[in-house]
């Protein structure tokens, strides 16, 4: 059986929208990344006590579940160079509020490339250092009842095949996310000069794999940029993907995160646009999304749960 969630701040900023978005969609579950509620914004384990109390109240509430946690733990914006202190802290933050809020999914990364100032990759990766690291995150999680799953994303293990292959046999046990449009960005370390292939990364990937996430994506060599698109029209092979999956027996969640009117890594397209139009067509670009991945799905015969 396979679930469909979304990774909501992509939805909108408050957990209230967020909400909303998934009930319109006729989805019961969230996976959080980050929220806003009474004017406090941040990752769901980064964010008071207090506020935290306040969004299990509103889940409550709501009748919303959380599918999993889009935690900021080894992300792309992290130096393997920080102190692990910095990680420890987050994974003792995430541990009891995932089971508070029951939980089983969190989204991991094995921290940013070292690169250059020209933005070039260092020949020292600190591999040695990335997969410890890993070892001890999985296994604080892993010793809770929770599943780890690293992203192939903008982080060491992401690098290219040979580098998933690297960190899996490093790292036994440990689960990944499938990411179908990061492909269409991320460079291939195997093949200089190349992006990487989506149906490569997800042959290379699959027998790791307890998660997915959707986006798509062209990459425009005139910008140096992604652009984003919906499922299925872009390089990510995206309906490629979903079809092995339905056919293969996938069974778990499949998560959206559409980058089509916001993007995390930088400024947004839409700066021209009034607050409250940006938020509309956010809005109204993720409900376009989830309904056509999940037409996409029912199409090539999904059983969705």
């Known amino acids: 059986m396979i679930k469909l969630t979304g990774i909501a701040d992509e939805a909108g900023a408050s957990l209230d929208v967020q909400i909303q978005a998934h009930q319109e969609l006729g989805w019961d579950s969230i996976e959080s990344r980050g929220v806003e509620i009474d004017g406090v914004k941040g990752n769901l384990h980064e964010i008071p006590d207090a506020v935290f109390e306040m969004v299990v109240a509103r889940l409550a509430e709501k009748n919303m579940k959380i599918s999993g946690f889009g935690s900021l733990i080894g992300n792309w914006a992290k130096k393997i160079t920080d102190d692990f202190s910095v990680t420890e802290a987050e994974i003792s933050r995430a541990i009891p509020r995932m089971q508070r809020l029951g939980a089983k999914l969190i989204r991991v990364m094995s921290y940013a490339v070292c690169k ?49 292959k690297r960190m899996a046999e490093a790292v036994p046990g440990m689960k990944w996310v499938f990411d179908t ?110 309904r056509m991945l999940e037409a996409m799905l029912k199409r090539l015969g999904a059983k969705l749960g």
């Open 116 to 164: 250059d100032e020209g933005g070039k990759d260092l020949e020292e990766q600190f591999a040695p250092e990335r997969i410890k690291r890993m070892i001890e995150i999985n296994k604080r999680f892993a010793d809770a009842g929770l599943t780890v799953v690293h992203e192939n994303c903008m982080n060491w293990g992401g690098m290219s095949p040979s580098y998933v």
């Open 181 to 290: 449009g990061n492909p269409v960005f991320i460079d291939d370390r195997d093949k200089p000069g190349h992006k990487q292939d989506a149906w490569e990364m997800y042959q290379t990937i699959k027998p790791f794999m307890a998660h997915v996430h959707v986006k798509d994506g062209i990459w425009d060599k005139t910008k140096n940029d992604a652009v984003y698109t919906f499922p299925g029209e872009g390089e990510g092979q995206t309906e490629r993907i979903m079809k092995d999956l339905v056919e293969t027996g996938y069974e778990g969640y499949i998560s959206i995160e559409p980058h089509v009117a916001v993007v995390f890594h930088g400024a947004g397209a839409a700066d021209d646009l009034s607050p409250e139009q940006k938020a509309k067509e956010q809005y109204d670009s993720y409900i376009k999304y989830g």
